[in-house]
């Protein structure tokens, strides 16, 4: 499947990945020693919801601006804020007009000490991301296939790091790259903090993708899935997924609290469903 981003900008798949992306930025800030992002397929940073590509779907209106017009508990309302807070930043008439993608959450979290480095291969949308963060010395943009990020780029010098990969799905074996690019990253930067966004369309594509990690023998990994529909043997979007690799000690169940909430709100289904759990724990096979 194609995953463009442009296309998809808000929806709820932008939603669940992008809450979760705060948390783990927020989870980086405890510490007061810098940390990069390194985000492996940024897209643009900004994406226009009337433009060609959002306006051709509308997602937008079942993800994001769901998530705006509903009122959570107290519990839940503190962890989704810092996005909410973003995403109202974005619109300050209070108008939905403009998306902000990962580097853009991701640049409003950072600290005066921390930095990101944001990647992207296709030349008008790495054209359009150079412009946005155009003279901004803590954002370092680059023109290059995000996968070589997985290598060259580990580990940050700044020791402590997020690695974001999220790619489009335009080609076939995306879920091979991933757990192929992960293992390689482990083997250069143990200590980091991954975040896998994949698609939760074929379902025996995701088990071949868990079953992969899991043989990698990587310890602290875990897996996340909401989805808004049962599955279907049509070719459509029923979920999304995110592993995270060395997850902040809080995530699993600040997740188990926000998924049902966000399940509620998100599902097109009543019986959709969502998963936390681990493919594998603290200890790894001897």
């Given at each position: 499947?194609?995953?463009?981003?442009?296309?998809?900008?808000?929806?709820?798949?932008?939603?669940?990945?992008?809450?979760?992306?705060?948390?783990?930025?927020?989870?980086?800030?405890?510490?007061?020693?810098?940390?990069?992002?390194?985000?492996?397929?940024?897209?643009?940073?900004?994406?226009?919801?009337?433009?060609?590509?959002?306006?051709?779907?509308?997602?937008w209106q079942s993800g994001v601006g769901r998530l705006l017009e509903t009122k959570f508990d107290a519990s839940v309302e503190a962890l989704i804020k810092p996005y909410i807070e973003i995403v109202r930043a974005e619109n300050a008439d209070g108008k939905m007009r403009h998306y902000p993608g990962s580097p853009l959450i991701i640049r409003r979290l950072l600290r005066r000490q921390d930095r990101l480095s944001a990647l992207e291969l296709h030349p008008h949308d790495a054209d359009t991301l150079a412009a946005l963060f155009a003279g901004d010395i803590q954002v370092r943009v680059t023109k290059l296939d995000g996968w070589l990020a997985m290598g060259a780029h580990l580990p940050p010098k700044e020791k402590r790091g997020l690695i974001l990969v999220d790619p489009p799905f335009e080609i076939a074996g995306e879920f091979d790259r991933l757990a192929e690019g992960l293992a390689r990253a482990h083997k250069r930067y143990s200590g980091g903090t991954y975040a896998l966004w994949y698609p939760v369309k074929d379902l025996s594509e995701v088990r071949n993708f868990v079953a992969a990690l899991r043989q990698t023998n990587i310890p602290k990994i875990l897996r996340t899935e909401l989805m808004i529909r049962p599955p279907s043997p049509e070719p459509r979007l029923d979920g999304t997924g995110m592993i995270i690799v060395n997850p902040p000690f809080t995530l699993a169940d600040e997740l188990r609290l926000l998924f049902p909430a966000l399940s509620k709100i998100l599902s097109e289904e009543t019986n959709a469903g969502f998963t936390v759990d681990w493919i594998r724990g603290e200890q790894v096979d001897a």
């Open positions: 499947m194609n995953y463009r981003h442009a296309y998809h900008a808000g929806n709820f798949a932008d939603v669940v990945k992008h809450v979760i992306l705060t948390r783990l930025v927020l989870y980086l800030q405890r510490k007061d020693q810098a940390f990069r992002v390194i985000d492996t397929h940024a897209g643009i940073g900004r994406y226009d919801l009337q433009g060609v590509e959002a306006g051709k779907t509308n997602e």
